[in-house]
């Protein structure tokens, strides 16, 4: 009998097998499983967000990525799960793995791309640690941020017939925007300040697989429906050109790295998060399902054909 390895378990099997093995205390609100970890804040009233996201060479960007992009997305990522909770991010450190003969420039180029982030979005780089690394460049940003008690959303806050929005088009990041978009914070922010949201997540595994993880937080279930899902102009772009088989729609639910917010809203109030968004950031708030009693996540067709859809998003050991 081989041993069984972590790929036998697959990314959320490990991180499931991980936090059976970890018991919190009080300090902490939300622990994992969520965008961000939650504790008890530095004020009364307020809660601390703590999260941490890695990018790796060859697995995250390829290795003739500009240097500003991947210190841009390094930070990105980061701010895009404290936007999930709708928080306000503050400080960063960041963990720089490199080779010897890995030139300076590209180090400069990094931390310029990150710097200038950092300054759009008022977040400070407090430290870090470096590191030699034999496989390529690594950054590992570990963030802070803070969020109101009353207005921290979290992925278990949907209840059943809740309305299912998104932030913006999705599928096809490959051929782009996973290196230069800019995360939804102010638009997280928008949403939880008027509490109009009651749960919510950033799309970086899919569609289908972070739907999936909200369904399973709040316990119930979605219908998605297929003509409502904003596809991308890459997602159409890589469907017809891509090695792989695949359509736009097939792009749209299960392409990674979108990093737009998926969000559950109250019924009652859906027009004014749907106009208000639209008012603030010129852009639609998508409207692509409901939430149900569940369990089920199903995909629902023009033609009234209805089908189960699976998790399979991105799976780092998939
Ligand atoms: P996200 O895509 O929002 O960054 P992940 O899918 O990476 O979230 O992780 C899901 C949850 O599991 C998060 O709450 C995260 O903190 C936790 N998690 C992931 N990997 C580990 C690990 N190695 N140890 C402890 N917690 C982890
Ligand atoms: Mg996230």
Not at 25 to 30: D, G, I, L, N, P
Not at 162 to 188: N, Q, Y
């Amino acid at each position: 009998m081989t041993a069984r390895r972590v790929s036998d378990l697959g990314e959320f099997g490990l991180i499931a097998r991980l936090r059976e093995q970890v018991t919190t205390s009080a300090r902490v609100v939300e622990g994992i499983g969520d965008d961000a970890a939650v504790l008890e804040g530095p004020g009364e009233g307020r809660l601390l967000l703590f999260a941490c996201d890695t990018i790796a060479e060859g697995v995250h960007f390829m290795p003739d990525a500009a240097p500003e992009q991947i210190g841009h997305k390094a930070l990105a990522c980061n701010l895009s799960d404290i936007a999930a909770m709708g928080g306000m991010p503050r400080a960063i450190t960041v963990s720089l793995g490199c080779g010897a003969e890995t030139p300076v420039a590209t180090i400069d180029g990094i931390w310029t791309g990150m710097r200038a982030l950092a300054a759009a979005f008022d977040v400070d780089l407090a430290g870090g640690d470096t590191h030699r690394s034999p496989a390529g460049l690594i950054l590992s940003v570990a963030i802070v941020g803070e969020v109101e008690r009353e207005l921290c959303v979290r992925r278990g806050g949907a209840k059943a017939g809740h309305f299912i929005v998104v932030t913006g088009g999705l599928g096809g990041s490959m051929l782009g925007k996973h290196m230069t978009f800019t995360p939804r914070v102010r638009e997280g922010r928008w949403l939880a300040e008027r509490r109009l949201v009651s749960a919510m997540i950033d799309v970086s595994d899919g569609l289908a697989s972070d739907l999936h993880h909200v369904c399973k937080a709040s316990n119930v279930g979605a219908e998605l429906f297929a003509d409502r899902v904003p596809i991308a102009e890459a997602a159409r772009q890589l469907a017809q050109t891509g090695a792989r088989a695949s359509t736009p729609l097939g792009r749209a639910l299960y392409d990674g790295e979108d990093f737009e917010l998926l969000a559950t809203v109250p019924p009652e109030l859906l027009d004014e998060a749907a106009s208000g968004y639209h008012a603030t950031f010129g852009e639609p708030l998508y409207v692509l399902g409901r939430t149900t009693a569940g369990p089920h996540v199903t995909l629902i067709h023009p033609d009234g054909r209805t089908q189960e859809l699976t998790a399979s998003g991105f799976d780092h050991f998939g």
